[in-house]
């Protein structure tokens, strides 16, 4: 009998999460590939992001850049430079460039209405917004613009360790599920996540995380391995607790897995926290599990660094652009998959258009 019929039972999802035996994990891996290749086919995605600035007002404790952090210097990429890194991800043939930044409350909601109408009147691509929380009628003003999708990951379902980890938000869990049914009743692509081990997260929290992900209907799932913020720490630092679930790549492609199975239709990426190791750089394996989308990094060399919202090898890799690209491409080819690519060439936009654009 498939195993996929029940597995959205809470008995069964338990049994996953802890499931250590290499043929039943095989088994998983087979059906959610399964599932993938039946839903999606064999392309991968390749959405294109910008980190644009690392401002933020938020104190997320898992977080690198988070307002506390004054050991960091804060930048906003100039919009010539931008514009510079978003013609690249058009012209390396990405159908999406994602435009992300820490939560900043003097981001100018004009000036991003115009960046993105800019966008889709000059390249042919989705966008992608990942700015934090915004007001109802900042997100409708960038819908009208013409944003397609935005990611706003939840990182636990369970409010009390939600609360734990977000000590200064003044809008707190309840606050960030409005949100995201708000983004969906204006008709955005609406992606979210969890983070896996995060300290004081249990086996019963990650079960509830899967069935809450499912019912919030989303269009994109993103789920990634809690990195410490000193490569040192140890991986269960924080508010540990007695049942506390590991920060592993193996558990968090569990995770894919299940909520490929689970959510057949969504967009799921291999995250770059699944490669904070360069030398276990599992965002390939992840691919193979139920992952369908990846997201070369396209922000500037002197910039990747201040966006450091865990420590990450990746950050270093020095490949750019097209190279990145291609890289990405013979990985995909090794796998018997493929980069999802636009081949019509994109409008020529320069920096200056942009600026006469008013932006
Ligand atoms: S996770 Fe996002 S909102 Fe939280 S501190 Fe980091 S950049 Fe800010």
């Not at 490949?319 to 013979?330: A, M, S, T």
């Amino acid at each position: 009998m498939p195993i996929h019929p029940f597995i959205h039972r809470p008995d069964t999802l338990m049994r996953w999460t802890q499931e250590t035996d290499p043929q039943q994990l095989q088994s998983l891996w087979n059906i959610a590939d399964k599932v993938r290749r039946d839903t999606h086919g064999s392309g991968v995605h390749l959405r294109g992001i910008i980190e644009f600035s690392n401002r933020c007002i938020r104190c997320c404790s898992y977080c690198g850049i988070n307002a506390e952090n004054d050991r960091i210097n804060r930048y906003v990429i100039s919009a010539k430079a931008l514009l510079i890194n978003i013609k690249s991800i058009a012209q390396a043939g990405c159908q999406t460039v994602v435009l992300q930044s820490g939560e900043d409350p003097d981001l100018d909601e004009a000036w991003m209405a115009d960046l993105i109408r800019f966008i889709k009147n000059n390249y042919n691509m989705a966008v992608t917004l990942s700015l934090g929380e915004k007001s109802p009628s900042t997100l409708e003003k960038w819908k009208q613009a013409g944003a397609d999708r935005y990611l706003l990951k939840i990182e636990t379902s369970n409010p009390e360790l939600f609360r734990q980890h977000h000590p200064s938000g003044k809008q707190g869990f309840e606050h960030r599920i409005n949100m995201l049914r708000t983004l969906q009743s204006l008709g955005y692509e609406t992606g979210s996540g969890t983070i896996i081990g995060l300290p004081g997260q249990t086996f019963i929290d990650l079960v509830h995380d899967l069935q809450f992900l499912k019912d919030l209907g989303l269009d994109m799932i993103a789920m990634g391995p809690y990195q410490p913020l000193k490569k040192s720490a140890p991986c269960r630092d924080g508010n540990h607790t007695q049942n506390q679930v590991p920060n592993s790549a193996l558990l968090t492609h569990i995770c894919i897995a299940l909520a490929r199975v689970m959510n057949p239709s969504v967009h799921i990426p291999a995250t770059a926290a699944l490669a904070a190791d360069q030398q276990r750089d599992t965002r390939w394996s992840s691919l193979s599990r139920g992952a369908n989308v990846i997201m070369p990094n396209f922000t500037p060399q002197k910039y990747r660094e201040m966006y450091a919202i865990y420590p990450s090898d990746l950050r270093n890799n020095a490949l750019r652009g097209e190279d990145l690209v291609q890289n990405i491409k013979e990985h995909l080819m090794e796998m018997d998959r493929y980069a999802i690519l636009n081949h019509s060439e994109t409008v020529p936009a320069t920096a200056d258009e942009f600026a006469s654009a008013g932006a």
